[in-house]
């Protein structure tokens, strides 16, 4: 079974500073992806980031990284330069190539960036 | 592309009526997942299909909901008959490629409201 672990309910960030959200993982199949979606009050499902078990360098995109530790079954999502913009719901998901081929997905962190 | 269309945005209903919810999936993605987001449970898979087959329905809560993809591109999620526990965001997604870095595009969701 898959399992996606987010330890962090909340997080306050001040504006331009960076902030770490953490997730953690468990599979059992060996070819898998990791991605971090972002929920605004609006509601809708924001894809921000995608991660490869096989992916020999850290994901990034933009202000987004991914900081992927295999062995430790993590992939923290860190934000750079936070705006108020980023005030949302991440959520972590995993999806293999496997059997399991749905998103399986964490709890979520709620963001909230200070001005 | 349009993107994952879902109908209606917001449903309101009476306790005992019956409910259906719709997609559309990305033009040429051939799976498709329907998930259900609540407070308590947080996003949680009902079913997916692949090719208009349905491949994993664990999810689905009881009887009482049921799915359809006659074609590719459109799906049905029925609620018969709705109680107000099933008062949630439903969401439909649609990938060409899980597992990998294909993504899995969300519908905006439906707002589901048994009353």
């Not at chain 1, 990791?34 to 605004?40: E, H, I, M, S, T």
């Not at chain 1, 992939?75 to 750079?80: E, G, P, Q």
């Given at each position: 079974a898959q399992k996606i672990t987010q330890t962090q309910p909340g997080m306050?960030?001040?504006?331009?500073?960076?902030v770490t959200l953490d997730c953690t993982y468990d599979t059992s199949d060996p070819s898998y992806g990791?991605?971090?979606?972002?929920?605004?009050s609006s509601g809708e499902?924001?894809?921000?980031?995608?991660q490869g078990s096989y992916d020999q360098q850290n994901a990034t995109e933009g202000r987004y990284s991914l900081n992927f530790q295999k062995a430790?079954?993590?992939?923290?999502?860190?934000?750079?330069?936070s705006q108020l913009g980023d005030s949302a719901m991440y959520f972590c998901a995993l999806s293999s190539s496997g059997s399991a081929r749905q998103l399986t997905f964490g709890s979520g962190t709620q963001l909230t960036v200070l001005p | 592309d349009a993107g994952v269309i879902q109908s209606p945005r917001h449903e309101v209903t009476e306790m005992g009526q019956e409910v259906t919810l719709r997609c559309k999936p990305i033009s040429g993605h051939d799976y498709l997942f329907w998930y259900r987001q609540t407070m308590m449970r947080g996003l949680e898979l009902l079913i997916y299909f692949n090719n208009n087959v349905p491949i994993d329905d664990s999810g689905m809560p009881e009887d009482r909901f049921s799915a359809k993809m006659p074609n590719a591109s459109f799906s049905t999620l029925k609620i018969q008959p709705s109680e107000p526990r099933d008062s949630a965001v439903y969401f439909c997604a649609s990938s060409s490629r899980p597992g990998g870095n294909y993504g899995y595009t969300f519908g905006s969701g439906t707002r589901l409201t048994v009353v």
């Open positions: 306050f960030v001040q504006e331009k500073e960076a990791l991605f971090w979606y972002k929920q605004p499902m924001i894809f921000l980031i995608y430790r079954k993590s992939a923290n999502l860190v934000i750079s330069a | -």
